[in-house]
């Protein structure tokens, strides 16, 4: 894999597996969700967290895992990222990431490590307040659609992010003039992500940085990031996503959130 290419905004997605709904198998056999992205053609993701622990869970079955034969094993382990080599020597890198929800919608907080928590909170601003004083990177999600902050809080509260969803494949986005108006207004750059549910999707919006983000420690990871969203060093692309995948979006949501309400998750 010679790109740079990332996909910031998955989620552990739902499979279909014995005729019922399950976050199990990619949570069993962490090759599941890496053989998507390298067949994606990616370098690596952001796996976001719904306030819910499934990031962590994914890095503790992929250590077990790590022990037993495979293609794939953890190469490099940072508390916020996890960098896995397959037998071939190729690399995928998998970046913690939080989906947190406030006042005024949606924001993704990346690159926060163990005890670095965002959890969901009434104030933006108190969040992010919270993500500067960690070093991460805050993005506003879907910020034109549901569950987004809105165009008109964008723009006045610019100085709260780092970047924000121009494209997101689960919703439909504004024209591209008006997209490239609001980063004139802003000076945020903004990035494409597949916000994806299901791994048909994975990679379908993407990044493709101009430099490699720095996996040599999380300080070094954060600030790679940081810098390469703020200077805008990067290209973003956006497949058609599958229909499913579009359909598929609200209704894994609402799975998601009823198990997380059951204590299931």
Known sequence: ???????????????????RLSLERALRDPSYILNAIQKAELNGIALVNSADNRYEEFAYESKMFNMILGKWRVANELKNALVFEDNAGRKIRVIRGEEVETNKGHVLALGMGE??????????????????????VLIAAHPFNIAGIGKQTLIERADLFD?????NSNFKSLPFWELDEIERQTRLCGIAVSDSHNRKDIGVGNVLFESELDFSSEDYLKDSLKERLIKGDFKVGMKKASRLG??????LIVYDITRRKLGLL
């Open 1 to 19: 894999m010679e790109s740079k290419e990332y996909d910031l905004h998955t989620h552990l997605f739902t499979t279909w597996e014995k005729g």
């Open 246 to 251: 579009t359909l598929a979006h609200i209704g």
């Open 163 to 167: 970047s924000f969803e121009r494209e």
């Open 115 to 136: 005890g670095e928590n965002i959890y969901p909170a009434d104030d933006l601003e108190f969040i992010s307040r919270r993500v500067r004083n960690c070093g991460g």
